[in-house]
């Protein structure tokens, strides 16, 4: 009998995952591994004066779905002829939900959806078409600093703005239950994120018994981006599924290794 799917994405991105995992016939468990939070009120001033030029970039890269749901709390409409770069299907997702979506306005991502990450859009983009002009980057904050160094070099004039907080949840009496049930037995854990399965790892190793970080070894990881699958190896995970961007390839994978 399969184990649960555990899906550990923000819960404000779990829900509708969570819904088409049960139109599969899988039982699913919503464990949040980041908590996201709105900037205080100095930073989201910021965020709002930087927003209100927006049609002064020549290209703006969202890198998560969060910063862009975020940042769009604040925008009224897409100014015409400012490009957008993100790096993987949910981010695209995002933007449709907030009615834009290529064809009225020209969307940049990595060629390859196994690929879904800075690197990659990088690869993907016009960079000599960028050099002199202006670049935002919003990210949450703590974001890092390859993607703007990198558009930097290239000769781009390069801005980043945080849009919202990010956090691993503390290790609560009912976080650790929680855990503990679910490392008992195998299941299938949907990790969108190196940070959140970093932040896993850190909290498995402050409960007891010791062998539950053994147990979280053997647990199967399904990820949608080749650098989570890198830090997943590097954490000592052996059984792993990349699958590429998108909630239809975490889905057909949970079909397929069902």
Request: charged letters at 20%; glycine letters at 8%; a neutral charge.
């Amino acid at each position: 009998m399969a184990g649960a799917v555990v899906i550990t994405r923000p819960r404000q991105q779990a829900e509708p995952l969570a819904r088409a995992v049960a139109a599969l016939g899988r039982e699913s468990v919503l464990l949040p591994l980041l908590d996201i939070s709105p900037l205080p009120d100095a930073g989201q001033a910021v965020l709002r004066r930087v927003l209100a030029d927006l049609a002064a970039y020549a290209l703006v890269v969202f890198v998560s779905p969060n910063a862009i749901d975020a940042a769009f709390a604040h925008i009224e409409a897409w100014p015409a002829g400012v490009d957008i770069g993100v790096v993987g299907e949910g981010s695209r997702a995002a933007l449709a939900r907030h009615g834009v979506a290529d064809g009225r306005v020209r969307i940049h991502c990595p060629n390859d959806p196994a690929f879904s990450d800075s690197e990659h859009l990088l690869q993907a983009l016009d960079l000599a078409r960028l050099a002199g002009r202006r670049v935002l980057v919003v990210r949450g904050e703590g974001g890092r600093e390859l993607l703007p160094d990198a558009l930097r070099g290239a000769g781009a004039l390069v801005e980043t703005v945080s849009s919202y907080r990010r956090a691993v949840p503390g290790l609560s009496p009912e976080l650790a239950a929680q855990l503990a049930g679910l490392l008992a037995r195998p299941n299938d854990w949907i990790i969108t994120s190196s940070e959140a399965l970093r932040g896993l790892v850190s909290l498995v190793e402050r409960l007891e018994p010791i062998e539950l970080q053994h147990q979280l070894r053997q647990q199967r990881l399904i990820v949608p981006h080749a650098r989570i699958h890198d830090t997943a190896r590097a954490l000592g995970f052996g059984r792993l599924v990349l699958t590429g961007s998108g909630d239809e390839r975490l889905l057909a994978a949970l079909q397929s290794q069902a």
